[in-house]
């Protein structure tokens, strides 16, 4: 069981221009007392065939984490265009928000981002060169990919003071998550409604 479970990610100001900072409120709970902060990330994927191209838009630790309920907006930069291939910034791509305990990613929600141009005549008529000005980024929010990710939230040091690296078991639990809610049981591949 997970020493923190995610309530619900509710993202703002969505559909909103390419160019606007992401705003996403996150609630969640604590079911165990941790002494290290929680890294929260969010991704974007410049590329699908080449992961060179992700960008971490934003990085934060919070914490101290007690027992509880937590909530917070979490806001990051847009991508930097210039770092993503001309050909892929109008389309359908993803981003990805995560949480990491002490290194270890525990969960992973993921969204498609459909980029296109705001005016109907750019659509039809797409300029030679992407007009980043006049993008539009939609993030489909309704239908996030949930992942979760088994860790020891309490982990022993050896003699040494290291920490044990994960066992070669640890696979994801995936889930697939219906409307803005996000998982409600640890079992893989739960319908939750």
């Not at 300029?127 to 982990?155: G, H, S, Y």
């Not at 696979?171 to 893989?188: A, I, Y």
Request: aromatic fraction near 10%; hydrophobic fraction near 30%.
């Amino acid at each position: 069981m997970s020493a923190v479970n995610i309530k619900d990610v509710t993202v703002l100001d969505n559909p909103a221009p390419f160019i606007d900072p992401f705003q996403f409120e996150i609630s969640y709970e604590c079911l165990t007392p941790l002494k290290d902060d929680l890294e929260w990330k969010l991704i974007y994927v410049g590329s699908a065939e080449d992961e060179t191209y992700d960008q971490v838009l934003e990085s934060v630790f919070v914490g101290p984490i007690n027992v509880g309920n937590y909530r917070f907006v979490f806001q990051a930069d847009p991508p930097d265009p210039t770092k993503i291939q001309e050909e892929d910034i109008i389309g359908v791509t993803v981003l990805l928000l995560t949480c990491s305990y002490q290194g270890q990613e525990f969960v992973r929600v993921g969204y498609y981002i459909n980029n296109d141009y705001d005016d109907e005549q750019l659509r039809e008529e797409p300029p030679q060169k992407v007009l980043i000005d006049k993008v539009q980024r939609n993030i489909l929010a309704d239908k996030p990919r949930v992942t979760k990710f088994p860790i020891n939230f309490n982990p022993v040091n050896n003699e040494n003071g290291e920490q044990p690296c994960p066992s070669p078991e640890h696979h994801p639990t995936e889930m697939n998550v219906k409307g803005d809610e996000l998982p409600c049981s640890n079992q893989p591949s739960v319908e939750c409604s």
